[in-house]
């Protein structure tokens, strides 16, 4: 049982340049989760999703896309990557919602340059 | 929106020694609080959890105290271990009345826990 993987762990990308970040999860879960995290800033909900084929904002979206068109894959998208955007990736998964347990995954760390 | 707001940034303790991480939120409709552990070059993972119907919780050597008046809630470690070295985080989200789901989790700025053997 892997529980959530996450692809790639390391990522260097010049400013203006796109990439796509994958998070798999084998637990069936419905709600999947992508957040950032900065030093002293904890963890940023980026965008979710309650379901499959559903995304939703979260508290810092501006610069990201995200798709959930299968249920164990969430796409986290930069489609013109800037430096303000180098940070920590996580992304989670939860049975039923943001009141239950979060599993995530080993993150990917991504230099803007 | 909800503010989480957790001290100290950085704790370092001698092995057998007790920790105290404190969070405060604002939203006084919060009513779940979960605590993560982060271990260095992992994801966070839920150590302890706790309702606004319950004022305690405890687990083995963790325990989380909520007080809703004050709006602030803690997490106590006993006899700490090297091995709870870690960075953790507090979390708030809130059930809204006539709500169907939980809103969205709101994290603290994180503990860097250091236990000295």
């Known amino acids: 049982n892997a529980g959530v993987t996450q692809t790639p762990k390391f990522r260097v990308l010049k400013t203006g340049q796109s990439m796509t970040l994958l998070c798999a999860q084998d637990?069936?879960?419905?709600?999947m989760y992508w957040y950032r995290q900065d030093p002293g800033m904890g963890l940023r909900l980026i965008h979710y999703?309650?379901?499959?084929?559903?995304?939703a904002k979260g508290e810092v979206p501006d610069g990201y896309n995200v798709s959930r068109l299968k249920k164990q894959n969430f796409l986290l998208g930069l489609e013109s990557a800037a430096p303000s955007q180098t940070s920590v990736y996580f992304c989670?998964?939860?049975?039923?919602?943001?009141?239950?347990?979060?599993?995530f995954g080993q993150g990917t760390r991504l230099t803007v340059v | 929106g909800e503010n989480v707001e957790q001290h100290p940034s950085t704790l370092s303790v001698q092995e057998g020694d007790s920790a105290v991480i404190k969070c405060t939120y604002s939203?006084?409709?919060?009513?779940?609080f979960p605590w993560y552990k982060q271990e260095l070059g992992k994801g966070p993972q839920l150590i302890i959890d706790i309702r606004s119907n319950v004022g305690e919780k405890k687990d083995q050597r963790i325990a989380v105290t909520l007080n809703k008046t004050a709006k602030h809630f803690s997490l106590h470690i006993t006899e700490t271990q090297p091995e709870d070295s870690a960075v953790y985080f507090c979390?708030?989200?809130?059930?809204?009345?006539?709500?169907?789901?939980?809103?969205?989790?709101?994290f603290g700025q994180g503990t860097i826990l250091t236990v000295h053997p």
């Open positions: 999703s309650v379901g499959e084929g559903t995304t």
């Open positions: 979390a708030a989200s809130s059930y809204p009345a006539g709500g169907t789901s939980y809103g969205k989790l709101t």
């Open positions: 989670a998964s939860s049975l039923r919602g943001f009141g239950t347990e979060a599993f």
């Open positions: 637990m069936n879960h419905e709600y």
């Open positions: 939203d006084s409709a919060s009513n779940y």
